[in-house]
């Protein structure tokens, strides 16, 4: 047997769990459910998902006041790389804070813009397209945050110009960062950028991508709609049929779901070309029917698919995942693992359990529940032979058995709960809560509810080489600091009027000290 089939066969591949599709057909939740638990995530305390709708009529900061804030952001001190080569912490960022003032956005005027991203986008926490390491070999670019799949909505509030290259600060649906500018559209138009992403949860006038990716078809008479990437999750609008054409360019639209993109022009604003996607794609009209077995289908799409750091690589870490997975169904999870866990009324507190009791509750649960322990969240596959399965975004860990030995892996891949982290403890004995959408009836299991939502988030860092324990220690030490010194004077935080600076500060925490870890 050759090394890369023995490599394959370390874990068994699930395919019997997808097989049961067929048998899993009951919804968990209905399209109302389902509603109603995106507006109970959006109302949440800590959930960091915006109605973006609202954001500018909530604004409190005028733009010269948030670019004052953005230009303050204090500069990193650890050790940073780029291209292998240490830089220059204090020359490289206080150029960029110094663009950010001198190119900002400089009105009293309390105003925002409205933007559709045309390509997939990382967001990321200072406005570059530069990959920074906390190592030379570092694989991930350690200032992103997330990213946004194409015809997703950006709120910008911010601004500034690098080497003749436009970056925007604002908010996504889930997150706030820079944004390089190529990637988004403006548009001028509230009410017509609304229109260019907003569904209704039942609706049958837009399709989902099901599957990890979708590539549109090259063209030559139509450059801006050529190869165009869609990831998992995205969804885009169909051409109603009274608007069909025959035509789009040399091609018919025979077999197609004829779509509309988003597209930049060169003035920068937003442009509504049509598309056309093979019906053979892995696409879907309007949201899928929230079943375990359509769980199980969406999620081994991507088995095998590589790992990026908060999004990077056109990628997804393991919560990017969770929440994408999600998004297939009309399900707007938080960003990260510290807030999914803040999702109200579906977390679980299985911290202090024994592994006997974690495994009886497993068992009771849908496919598809959400585990999670500090730094780290997987999607439930189900249990063969008294083990427990996981499909996950992963970074490394030690195998089931033998001797501790960690092993890179930077993929989306399926194992068993016995596998162990850096700490030689199993997954299992690790998992300290459950996101589960259908209720079970509770023994010794303790639902967590309003400001004790979140456990064991202290120590996240023990699954890192030993060269990169450390690297999120001394952010997470700053950013704490940081939170009292920008207290008066950020932007307002359109959901909860807190100061979004804090918020900034809160996110940077929990995206990069206290989430997807398990690197």
Not at 180 to 209: P, Q, T
Not at 481 to 498: A, L, R, S, V
Request: aromatic share 8%.
């Amino acid at each position: 047997m050759n090394d890369r089939l023995k490599q394959k066969l370390k874990f068994e591949t699930f395919t019997e769990f997808c097989n049961r599709a067929d048998e899993i057909l009951d919804a968990m939740l209905k399209d109302e459910e389902i509603a109603k638990l995106n507006q109970a995530i959006v109302d949440g305390s800590g959930t960091m998902v915006f109605d973006l709708e609202t954001i500018e009529d909530n604004l409190s900061r005028t733009q010269k006041e948030i670019t004052d804030s953005l230009a303050s952001e204090t500069i990193p001190t650890r050790n940073l790389y780029i291209d292998g080569n240490k830089i220059n912490n204090t020359e490289y960022f206080t150029k960029l804070k110094n663009a950010i003032k001198e190119t900002g956005y400089n009105s009293n005027e309390k105003k925002a813009y409205y933007a559709i991203a045309v390509k997939r986008a990382d967001i990321k926490s200072w406005p570059t397209i530069d990959v920074i390491g906390y190592n030379a070999t570092d694989p991930d670019d350690e200032m992103e945050s997330s990213a946004l799949n194409v015809n997703e909505p950006f709120i910008i509030l911010g601004k500034c110009e690098i080497d003749g290259e436009i970056y925007y600060w604002g908010y996504s649906n889930n997150c706030t960062g820079w944004v390089y500018g190529k990637n988004l559209a403006i548009v001028d138009d509230k009410n017509k950028w609304v229109d260019a992403w907003k569904v209704e949860r039942d609706g049958n006038d837009f399709i989902v991508v099901t599957k990890d990716k979708v590539v549109l078809e090259k063209s030559i008479l139509e450059p801006s709609t050529s190869e165009v990437k869609l990831t998992i999750g995205t969804i885009l609008k169909l051409v109603p049929d009274t608007e069909l054409p025959k035509q789009v360019k040399e091609r018919g639209t025979y077999n197609n779901y004829v779509v509309y993109l988003p597209t930049r022009n060169e003035e920068g604003k937003y442009e509504r070309k049509i598309a056309l996607i093979s019906e053979h794609e892995g696409v879907n009209v309007g949201f899928l029917s929230l079943t375990q077995g359509n769980i199980l289908d969406v999620a081994f799409s991507c088995l095998g698919d590589r790992y990026g750091w908060g999004g990077m690589l056109d990628a997804m870490d393991c919560s990017l995942y969770t929440r994408l997975v999600y998004k297939c169904f009309g399900l707007e999870l938080p960003r990260n693992t510290t807030w999914q866990q803040k999702t109200p009324e579906k977390v679980t507190d299985l911290s202090k359990l024994t592994d006997e009791d974690k495994q009886e509750y497993l068992e009771e649960i849908h496919i598809g529940s959400l585990l999670y322990f500090p730094g780290h969240t997987m999607i439930y596959i189900g249990n063969k032979d008294g083990i427990s399965y996981v499909i996950s975004a992963v970074g490394r860990f030690s195998e089931p058995s033998g001797d501790l030995n960690v092993v890179k892996v930077y993929s989306i891949v399926d194992n068993p709960l016995t596998t162990r982290r850096q700490n030689g403890y199993t997954w299992l004995s690790q998992i300290s809560a459950a996101l589960s959408l259908k209720d079970i009836t509770p023994k010794t299991y303790e639902y967590i509810k309003g400001e004790n939502q979140i456990v064991n988030i202290s120590k996240d860092i023990d699954d890192n080489e030993e060269t990169e324990q450390s690297k999120n220690v001394e952010l997470r030490e700053s950013n704490q600091k940081k939170q009292e010194h920008e207290n008066n004077k950020g932007i307002n935080n359109p959901k909860t009027g807190d100061n979004v600076a804090v918020w900034l500060s809160l996110m940077l925490i929990s995206i990069l000290g206290l989430a997807e870890t398990v690197k």
